[in-house]
């Protein structure tokens, strides 16, 4: 019977109303539940505590009504003070106390409106005809039903273009009524599953694998993602993460074509530098798609290596270790050096190379402190000097079938690899385009990030998304604020937070919006509240699924929240 009572008192009473006064001078804020000769029990926010009455000098109780309407003024959401006010006005419902209860309510049903909570809102703004009929709400009523139209009228359109088999334009109207509607809908989550597969499969028509799988991702049609399997492993090189390729590639070893596999071994292999290796698994691989065609269902071999093309264009090849000598020769040998304890810096003057240094020491210091990590693999700054030395030191190996994919640098300023050097040991190695203007501001903390997530950053490829987010909250503030103010701009083409939360690189056909997302994510948690959450969520994220790490250091309960934040925060 204590227990269930004070279980009965956990649930129900505020914290915080009492205060113990101990004789050395220290007071304990809590609900005194129980006291006796010998002792008092305290309800505290996180469990109970006894206290030897000895040890208690005084105890200043405060009324409740009183307690509950000043921790309302103080709530930190409009909801948090309308409960409060609630159980207030059910202990005295006065006139004050009702006038508070109504105030309170208008701004919860504001506060619901701006989520898109229309359940939440309608909830709040009934409860304020019941406290307080007169109280003005009809702009809220108004907002409320045209929220209500413009959910029906997203329903309606997703499912006609679903219909109609218009499927990229279902996806964007089923996103405003995921928005709108209540959490977990079941109607939403079937439409917005028949949009990914219907995309998907239009997308596979047309030979866009990539985006095919991203579809079927967000359809969790499991069967479709074992067939486009060899694509994943195709992405997950395309990423740079070539541990998760291989991974990857090991749950292929019953595919239906066996030259499959193979051949994807062999771009592997090159990719890691061990051209040897390569060349007898291309040669397998030739001479086992040559035996016979594949199994029903599969991709065939053709496909697969048709699309290694497309899909690793931006894939960076380790010099193998013995050409890394002549790539020293080449790119490094006209370059000076500095050393910047974590790395060398190489660069076409002393002077350029100094500050390069000095600038990237420092920036390294901040970024190992945030992120946690420690020294790790040997490191080198190449800070090339035109953009054409940049794309020329592209170090695919030579004799590699990928040499003639054109794996280019065109589309970017800097990169950040693991390769090794001329003695086989692992190196990580930023190169950048020091011909471009905001290469030390912008471009170089950016890539020192991606050093030090390689370095052991527990958090790292969680999530592409958190990966590339991170390296963006360390440019400059003019670059952190165009990227904001333009994903502000470009709300009509918004990556969907789920999708976004489930891409495994950047998507080749929105690379810039890709990282306009990933910034704005990452800006609005480290936001949400202190360094102290933002690193908790880290921590968090590196152990546990994104919404179980979004729960634990923000309290937010699910993405569908958070987008809707988001979304208002965005404007």
């Not at 105030?103 to 304020?128: I, M, N, P, S, W």
């Not at 969790?220 to 990423?239: F, N, Q, S, T, W």
């Not at 100094?354 to 420092?362: M, P, Y």
């Amino acid at each position: 019977m204590r227990k269930a009572l004070l279980c009965a008192l956990l649930l129900s009473v505020p914290a915080r109303p009492d205060e113990v006064v101990l004789e050395g001078g220290g007071r304990i804020s809590g609900e005194v539940v129980e006291e006796t000769e010998r002792e008092l029990t305290i309800l505290l926010p996180n469990g109970t505590m006894r206290i030897a009455r000895a040890k208690v000098r005084e105890i200043v109780r405060e009324d409740r009504r009183s307690y509950l309407r000043r921790e309302a003024k103080g709530a930190a959401s409009a909801r948090a003070a309308v409960r409060m006010y609630e159980r207030a006005f059910a202990l005295s419902p006065d006139e004050e106390t009702r006038r508070d209860l109504a105030t309170a309510l208008r701004a919860h049903a504001a506060e619901e409106l701006q989520l898109f909570r229309l359940d939440g809102a309608e909830a709040a703004l009934a409860r304020l005809r019941e406290v307080a009929p007169g109280a003005p709400s009809d702009d809220l009523a108004k907002r409320l039903a045209a929220e209500r139209t413009a959910e029906f009228t997203a329903r309606a359109a997703t499912l006609h273009a679903i219909r109609e088999g218009r499927f990229v334009e279902a996806l964007v109207h089923v996103e405003e009524w995921r928005l709108r509607a209540p959490d977990g809908d079941e109607a939403v989550r079937e439409a917005l599953a028949r949009a990914h597969s219907g995309a998907a499969r239009a997308a596979e028509e047309r030979g866009a694998l990539r985006q095919a799988l991203d579809h079927y991702r967000m359809a969790r049609a499991e069967k479709d993602l074992a067939r486009l399997a060899p694509i994943a492993v195709l992405e997950a090189m395309h990423g740079g993460d070539l541990d998760g390729a291989a991974r990857l590639l090991g749950a292929l070893a019953t595919y239906g074509d066996p030259a499959v596999p193979r051949f994807l071994e062999a771009v592997l292999a090159h990719l890691k530098g061990e051209v040897q290796q390569a060349v007898q698994a291309y040669a397998d691989a030739a001479r086992l798609a040559r035996g016979g065609g594949a199994g029903e269902g599969c991709i065939p071999f053709d496909v697969v290596r048709a699309y290694a093309t497309a899909t690793l264009k931006q894939a960076i090849a380790r010099p193998p270790q013995e050409g890394q000598k002549r790539w020293r020769e080449t790119f490094l040998s006209p370059l000076e050096r500095e050393d910047a304890g974590e790395f060398l810096v190489y660069a076409a003057s002393g002077e350029v190379a100094r500050e390069a240094a000095a600038r990237a020491a420092a920036i390294y210091a901040r970024i190992e402190e945030d992120l946690g990590v420690g020294p790790g693999a040997r490191g080198e700054v190449v800070l090339h000097p035109t953009r054409e030395a940049y794309v020329a030191a592209d170090p695919t190996p030579e004799g590699s079938p990928l040499a003639a994919l054109a794996l280019g640098r065109e589309p970017t300023a800097g990169v950040c690899y693991e390769t090794l050097d001329e003695e086989g040991k692992a190196l990580i190695r930023i190169e950048v385009d020091a011909g471009q203007q905001r290469w030390l501001a912008d471009t170089l903390p950016h890539e020192l990030v991606h050093m030090a997530q390689r370095r052991g950053w527990p958090t790292f490829r969680r999530g592409h998304w958190l990966d590339e987010g991170i390296a963006t909250l360390y440019e400059s503030e003019e670059a952190q604020d165009s990227r904001l103010a333009l994903w502000r701009q470009v709300k009509d083409e918004a990556i969907p937070l789920p999708e976004l939360l489930a891409l495994r690189s950047t998507p080749p056909d929105r690379p810039l919006l890709f990282y306009l997302e990933a910034h704005a994510l990452c800006r609005y948690l480290r936001g949400l509240g202190g360094e102290e959450e933002w690193r908790r969520f880290l921590d968090a994220f590196a152990a546990a699924e994104f919404e179980s790490a979004l729960r634990a250091a923000y309290g937010v309960e699910s993405v569908a929240d958070l987008e809707r934040a988001m979304r208002a925060w965005r404007g």
